[in-house]
């Protein structure tokens, strides 16, 4: 029978030599029972039995966490591994600076070049200006294009006179025509006239001269569009042939005249009365007609009832 010290478990296996929880040497209990106590005098350690290496108890041994700075030291060269910008990055970049400011320098020393050159020109030709002599000035026929000519003596040598040049002639633009202004008030009495001689044929009975008031195609007749002539002409006819008296008369005349002056609308209340022995016609509305001057005459391209009075 053997107890552990430390935890003071028995264990009735004599083979062990240790104990199972945790670990320590287990001593022998006396033949005189499981209730012999091993006394042990104050402050004296219990016995210390030394084993053979092959029967020590191995214990597996952990790794040891990196301390704080070295982790930190560790990320902070990942990083810089990532975010470094690759070496040809940076020389495409310093290439790109060094052929801007190249650029740059020669845009300028050309400005300046040509700078230089356009003041040294301006500089001689003020030089030669300047200089005493005798200006004659002659005028073409052309009309008021002149040259300078310098004459200089110096010392008593005569130097070739020196021409300035001619500046390039250019004729004035010659101003257009104005626009003719529309003499309103004329086009209305004009298409006055022509209705006054379109009422007048049909008050005396004549189908070719009352007609001759139309153009060749109507773009409105009442209810229809785009009619000819001769539909006109068939309802006139017709008309004149089965009446014997007309009377027309045409009153509140307003005509509206277009900015072309070759268009007008005239519109105006039309009072008729047909009649013949057995029958009469009679009717009174506004009406509007559209005239264009077609020819140098005002003639009819459409003809409507806007409203009947009865």
């Not at 400011?101 to 200006?129: C, E, H, Q, Y």
């Not at 002659?138 to 008593?156: F, I, Y």
């Not at 257009?176 to 529309?182: D, I």
């Not at 005509?255 to 009679?282: H, L």
Request: hydrophobic residues 30%; charged residues 20%.
């Amino acid at each position: 029978m053997k107890r552990c010290p430390t935890c003071q478990r028995t264990y009735a296996d004599d083979t062990l030599n240790f104990c199972l929880e945790d670990g320590s040497p287990l001593t022998g209990i006396g033949s005189a029972g499981l209730d012999e106590t091993l006394t042990l005098e104050a402050n004296e350690p219990p016995p210390t039995e030394v084993l053979p290496p092959g029967l020590a108890p191995t214990v597996p041994a952990r790794k040891a966490a990196g301390t704080t700075r070295h982790q930190a030291r560790s990320t902070q060269e990942d990083f810089q591994q990532v975010s470094a910008p690759p070496q040809t990055a940076q020389r495409n970049t310093t290439s790109v600076v060094v052929l801007t400011v190249a650029a740059t320098i020669l845009l300028l020393g050309l400005g300046g070049l040509g700078a230089w050159l356009l003041l040294k020109d301006n500089g001689g030709g003020n030089l030669n200006g300047t200089q005493a002599g005798t200006n004659s000035s002659r005028t073409d026929n052309t009309g008021g294009m002149q040259s300078n000519v310098n004459s200089n003596t110096t010392s008593g040598n005569t130097t070739k006179p020196t021409v300035s040049p001619t500046p390039d002639y250019t004729p004035s633009p010659t101003p257009s025509p104005t626009t003719q202004t529309v003499d309103a008030a004329a086009v209305r009495a004009e298409v006055s006239n022509a209705l006054n001689g379109w009422r007048q044929t049909m008050t005396n009975p004549d189908v070719d001269a009352h007609m001759s008031y139309y153009a060749d195609t109507l773009h409105t007749y009442y209810n229809a569009s785009n009619v000819n002539v001769s539909r006109v002409r068939a309802n006139v006819a017709r008309a004149f042939s089965s009446y014997s008296v007309f009377d027309v008369r045409v009153t509140n005349l307003r005509i509206e005249v277009d900015p072309s002056g070759q268009k007008a609308t005239a519109t105006f209340d039309k009072t008729f009365e047909f009649r013949n022995d057995e029958k009469t016609y009679a009717g009174s509305g506004l009406n509007r007609f559209w005239f264009e001057k077609i020819g140098g005459r005002w003639l009819i391209t459409g003809e409507k009832d806007l409203r009947t009075y009865y």
